[in-house]
């Protein structure tokens, strides 16, 4: 059974603190992914990674950055968090190869105040 | 600059009514679609589509592919109340061979009893 995870369902920060969200995948998937979702907006794709310290900026890049040291970690970390980063925050993973379908993690519904 | 748009952005129907979600694309080297079913936490996956014409079916639910008019729907007949979700259409890949597929906004479907 497939499975990814995030390290937390519920996460309330500070105006300015650092904040680290975590994804890990058990699937040796080498595409990784950080969404946020709005109401409204839909998924909005913030970075992906398709290699092991690979990484590439998706739409909303801005006031975020990621790393990915193992394959089967990704985290997503705001330097600075700021109350209009107060979103659902949803990890994926998928294979490189010819399946197309893409996994996701149960989300981190991060507050910021 | 690659899109994908879902309607109705929101529906209400009663139990026992029949859906259709429509969604409608403009990507460059188009190769699969792909539809999302969200309840509370992360999206899951029902179908892949990537040749027109052929149903893709799972139960009450049922999806067609439609490369003429670059568009899918989504078909839900006899709905329940576990139904209610938002469903995500999502095509793959953009243009430039990216790895990231693109999210429509989503169809926010309420089933009431």
């Known amino acids: 059974d497939v499975k990814v995870t995030q390290s937390s369902r519920y996460l309330v920060k500070r105006t300015g603190e650092k904040v680290f969200l975590e994804c890990v995948q058990d699937?040796?998937?080498?595409?990784m992914f950080w969404y946020r979702q709005d109401p409204g907006l839909g998924l909005r794709l913030i970075y992906f990674?398709?290699?092991?310290?690979?990484?590439e900026k998706g739409d909303i890049p801005e006031g975020y950055s990621v790393s990915r040291e193992k394959k089967e970690r990704f985290s997503l970390i705001l330097e600075s968090a700021s109350t209009n980063q107060t979103s659902m925050y949803l990890c994926?993973?998928?294979?490189?190869?010819?399946?197309?379908?893409?996994?996701f993690g149960p989300g981190t519904r991060l507050t910021v105040t | 600059e690659d899109k994908v748009v879902q309607s109705p952005l929101s529906l209400v129907v009663h139990e026992g009514d029949t859906v259709t979600l429509n969604c409608s694309y403009e990507v460059t080297n188009f190769r699969s679609l792909l539809w999302y079913k969200q309840e509370k936490k992360a999206p899951t996956f029902l179908f892949m589509l990537?040749?027109?014409?052929i149903e893709k079916k799972s139960g009450r639910l049922s999806s067609i592919l439609d490369k003429k008019e670059l568009s899918s729907i989504l078909n839900i007949t006899a709905t329940q109340t576990g139904d209610s979700a938002i469903y995500l259409c999502a095509v793959f890949p953009p243009g430039g061979g990216s790895e990231k597929l693109v999210f429509g906004k989503g169809t926010k479907l309420t089933v009431n009893p």
């Open positions: 990537t040749s027109s014409g």
């Open positions: 699937m040796d998937h080498e595409n």
């Open positions: 990674s398709y290699d092991v310290k690979m990484k």
């Open positions: 994926a993973s998928r294979s490189a190869d010819s399946s197309y379908e893409q996994y």
